[in-house]
């Protein structure tokens, strides 16, 4: 199975789908663009939260950086007066010095990842979008500023004028990525902001024309038409689009079977489920009626 995975929402279902696919059965393409070089090392968020939540090692409360994790040396960086925008934890910044040694001998994204997941005794497959250089610019009222110092430096406050991913135009989706859609038959959107996460996975060239001949069944991150967190309404409503889940369909083009969750006032054609995860219950029974779907049973 192949799933598009943005950070938090997709995760979660990953948190349940892993428990019900076996490891070399299951393979996540993820999103690229909100990564950003800090402190000297590369942090790739959504990569990041894949990985650990693959591992049982991520933090389920806030569903990003690892579990019981110490912020010694961020704490000690604000403290020498250095404004490090990411609060990093100890191990968290110990993988990002593992990729970022790998990043600066030549080796490609794609090769780190799987080096990284290899080290963590990882079966599933995890691929970035591309290994190319992708960054997510927000024009706000308060100018225009890398996703991350809109969302966490400036907690997403700002009014939002438009999206845009820089270098995209220019980008090649990765080799694994290409192979995965060239094997797999059915592709999972998960549950990810469709402008900022699940967005610039399918604007790379190409990637919507070989879904043209897929099954792509897509998860809407909206409960009851309000998105569980994120910035996905002012994303949404700057391209154009309503904040809900008609808004969610237009985005993403071509999908076969839309879940929408059961409250939903969606009115297009959709398969309803429970898709609000709060807890592992919620996803393992998530996880179990989206592979029912794909079954068709």
């Given at each position: 199975?192949?799933?598009?995975?943005?950070?938090?929402?997709?995760?979660?279902?990953?948190?349940?789908?892993?428990?019900?696919?076996?490891?070399?059965?299951?393979?996540?393409?993820?999103?690229?663009?909100?990564?950003?070089?800090?402190?000297?090392?590369?942090?790739?968020?959504?990569?990041?939260?894949?990985?650990?939540?693959?591992?049982?090692?991520?933090?389920?409360?806030?569903?990003?950086?690892?579990?019981?994790?110490?912020?010694?040396?961020?704490?000690?960086?604000?403290?020498?007066?250095?404004?490090?925008?990411?609060?990093?934890?100890?191990?968290?910044?110990?993988?990002?010095?593992?990729?970022?040694?790998?990043?600066?001998?030549?080796?490609?994204?794609?090769?780190?990842?799987?080096?990284?997941?290899?080290?963590?005794?990882?079966?599933?497959?995890?691929?970035?979008?591309?290994?190319?250089?992708?960054?997510?610019?927000?024009?706000?009222?308060?100018?225009?500023?890398?996703?991350?110092?809109?969302w966490v430096a400036r907690r997403g406050r700002p009014e939002v004028k438009s999206?845009?991913?820089?270098?995209?135009?220019?980008?090649?989706?990765?080799?694994?990525?290409?192979?995965?859609?060239?094997?797999?038959?059915?592709?999972?959107?998960?549950?990810?902001?469709?402008?900022?996460?699940?967005?610039?996975?399918?604007?790379?060239?190409?990637?919507?024309?070989?879904?043209?001949?897929?099954?792509?069944?897509?998860?809407?991150?909206?409960?009851?038409?309000?998105?569980?967190?994120?910035?996905?309404?002012?994303?949404?409503?700057?391209?154009?689009?309503?904040?809900?889940?008609?808004?969610?369909?237009?985005?993403?083009?071509?999908?076969?079977?839309?879940?929408?969750?059961?409250?939903?006032?969606?009115?297009?054609?959709?398969?309803r489920m429970s898709t609000l995860m709060r807890t592992k219950r919620d996803s393992?029974?998530?996880?179990?009626?989206?592979?029912?779907?794909?079954?068709?049973?």
């Amino acid at each position: 199975m192949l799933v598009l995975s943005g950070g938090t929402g997709t995760p979660k279902l990953l948190w349940g789908l892993k428990e019900m696919i076996s490891p070399e059965d299951l393979s996540v393409v993820v999103n690229t663009a909100e990564d950003l070089w800090l402190s000297g090392n590369y942090v790739c968020p959504d990569i990041d939260s894949v990985i650990y939540t693959l591992a049982d090692m991520i933090d389920t409360k806030r569903w990003w950086g690892i579990k019981g994790d110490r912020t010694l040396t961020h704490d000690f960086l604000l403290m020498l007066g250095v404004e490090e925008k990411l609060a990093l934890g100890e191990k968290d910044r110990a993988v990002h010095i593992f990729r970022s040694d790998l990043l600066r001998q030549g080796v490609k994204l794609s090769l780190a990842t799987e080096a990284l997941t290899k080290g963590l005794g990882l079966g599933q497959k995890v691929v970035p979008m591309t290994d190319d250089s992708v960054s997510t610019f927000v024009s706000t009222s308060e100018g225009v500023m890398h996703f991350q110092d809109f969302w966490v430096a400036r907690r997403g406050r700002p009014e939002v004028k438009s999206v845009k991913i820089r270098g995209i135009e220019k980008a090649l989706p990765s080799q694994g990525f290409l192979d995965l859609l060239e094997k797999e038959d059915t592709v999972i959107i998960g549950p990810s902001n469709p402008v900022s996460s699940i967005g610039p996975i399918l604007s790379l060239p190409g990637v919507r024309e070989r879904l043209e001949d897929k099954r792509v069944i897509a998860i809407s991150p909206f409960v009851g038409d309000k998105p569980v967190s994120g910035p996905a309404p002012k994303f949404m409503a700057a391209s154009g689009v309503s904040a809900d889940d008609r808004g969610v369909a237009s985005l993403l083009g071509k999908v076969d079977t839309l879940v929408v969750d059961k409250n939903s006032s969606y009115g297009g054609n959709c398969v309803r489920m429970s898709t609000l995860m709060r807890t592992k219950r919620d996803s393992l029974k998530l996880a179990e009626s989206l592979l029912k779907l794909v079954d068709g049973v």
